[in-house]
């Protein structure tokens, strides 16, 4: 098993050991290295990062989060960020020259060679959150004439990182993409087999303009290596890794259960997040829900006169509204992750809904049995009536309001994931207490 020797490179850093201190680093992998600096001052981070090679600050530096690395950059000479930026993998260089503000973009790119700028420039050039903006550019590439052992020697010359040639692409004379085969197929191959018949035809890929999000959807349904990107003209201009495509993936699941608490989208993450910026981002749907359970209020104050008769029913009314939002926050949840999987379409509305209908009745038909007992003890049997058939009406509501409300927003166009726990729960409150004290006002004062 493999640990983290961070108590080794805490007491080099401590004395100050550079042999030490070195021996630590190389026996870390860069993730580990980079999740260290993290607790550590930007000063600090910035010394032991100049303690690494080149290639080994690249790759550490990548793994860093977005806020530290604003902040590093800003303490290093332009030298020294040139040589940083040059080692990156393009991708990652292309994300942090974005963090960069302009005059430092324009000094960054005349630092660094000609073909570098080109493709930094292509690369920090595409839309957020597209497959463009996500892609590497760094590929294996071979036409269809050659034969297996060429192909080989040709891969061997090129300066590809060892993971962007686990999945070689077969494109033709005007750069168009005609195949794939991965690197065990063509080291299996017959050396003198040609390409074009060792080859799969049917690729997966997608254009520079797709979404992130769906981007990682094909990654994960076809377990793909990588995936082509293409431009309109089908000529292949880079790849999207499969390790590149969990981060994205991690991302938006982060981003779904953030709005389900409806905070929304923290750009950098929680650990860079300011204290104005938690705020703003917390405050505006915990006022409006403030104003939300203002009706529950004036549901209580319209039925007051049932409550003064029959005091014991104020005891079962936190319990029942809470099982509306709690059966709605759960109705909600496994909807709104059906949506973002593409496991649920619009469409399916109608269907859901009879399922959820009978799923619900079930749920309070079993919840009412449980507390059935506890009204009749508090209450004796008219209370005890009250609150079982309250507690399935309430429960039906919430269910049916939790797995509506996704479906609602999607068709206007809002993101499912607003749908969120509190959302549901103020609605299903108000709507319970409505449910509750018609019931018993029906039954007992009109009975």
Not at 137 to 150: G, H, K, N, Q, V
Not at 307 to 334: K, M, R, W
Not at 360 to 379: D, H, I, P, Y
Request: include cysteine.
């Amino acid at each position: 098993m493999y640990e983290v020797d961070t108590q080794t490179l805490n007491e080099a850093v401590a004395g100050q050991d550079v042999t030490r201190l070195k021996a630590a680093l190389a026996s870390m992998r860069p993730a580990d290295i980079a999740e260290f600096l993290e607790s550590m001052q930007p000063r600090e981070a910035l010394a032991l990062l100049k303690q690494m090679t080149n290639a080994r600050r690249s790759e550490v530096f990548g793994h860093l989060p977005a806020h530290l690395q604003i902040r590093l950059v800003g303490q290093m000479e332009q030298r020294s960020l040139a040589t940083l930026l040059a080692h990156m993998d393009p991708d990652e260089r292309a994300d942090l020259f974005n963090l960069l503000d302009s005059p430092l973009q324009q000094e960054i790119l005349q630092s660094l060679a000609h073909r570098e700028q080109e493709d930094l420039r292509l690369l920090a050039g595409f839309p957020a959150h597209s497959a463009g903006a996500i892609m590497t550019s760094d590929f294996a590439a071979l036409t269809p004439e050659l034969s297996a052992s060429e192909a080989l020697a040709q891969i061997r010359r090129s300066n590809s990182a060892p993971e962007s040639v686990l999945e070689v692409y077969v494109l033709d004379d005007e750069g168009r993409l005609q195949g794939r085969l991965s690197l065990g197929e063509l080291v299996l191959a017959d050396p003198a087999a040609e390409i074009r018949k060792l080859m799969t035809l049917d690729v997966v890929s997608v254009t520079v303009e797709t979404p992130q999000e769906e981007v990682a959807r094909l990654v994960a349904r076809y377990d793909l290596v990588a995936l082509p990107v293409v431009d309109s003209e089908q000529r292949l201009v880079g790849v999207v890794t499969h390790d590149d495509a969990m981060d994205v993936a991690e991302a938006e699941a982060t981003e779904d259960i953030h709005k389900g608490a409806t905070i929304g989208k923290l750009e950098g993450g929680l650990r860079g997040a300011s204290l104005p910026l938690l705020y703003r981002k917390r405050i505006g749907w915990l006022v409006l829900l403030v104003f939300a359970n203002v009706f529950s209020g004036a549901g209580i104050a319209y039925f007051e006169d049932t409550i003064a008769a029959y005091v014991a029913l104020v005891f079962f009314l936190p319990l029942l509204v809470d099982s509306g939002g709690n059966a709605g926050s759960q109705s909600a949840t496994l909807m709104v992750r059906g949506l973002a999987t593409g496991e649920v379409r619009i469409g399916d509305w109608s269907r859901l809904l009879g399922r959820e209908l009978l799923v619900a009745c079930g749920l309070g038909l079993t919840m009412a049995l449980a507390v059935s007992g506890l009204g009749f003890w508090r209450g004796g049997s008219e209370i005890a009536l009250v609150v079982s058939l309250s507690m399935i009406a309430i429960v039906i509501m919430g269910s049916v309001v939790g797995m509506c409300m996704p479906f609602m927003l999607n068709r206007f166009g809002v993101d499912p994931a607003t749908a969120s726990a509190p959302l549901v729960t103020s609605v299903a409150d108000a709507c319970g207490v409505v449910i509750y004290f018609g019931i018993a006002t029906a039954l007992l004062t009109m009975g």
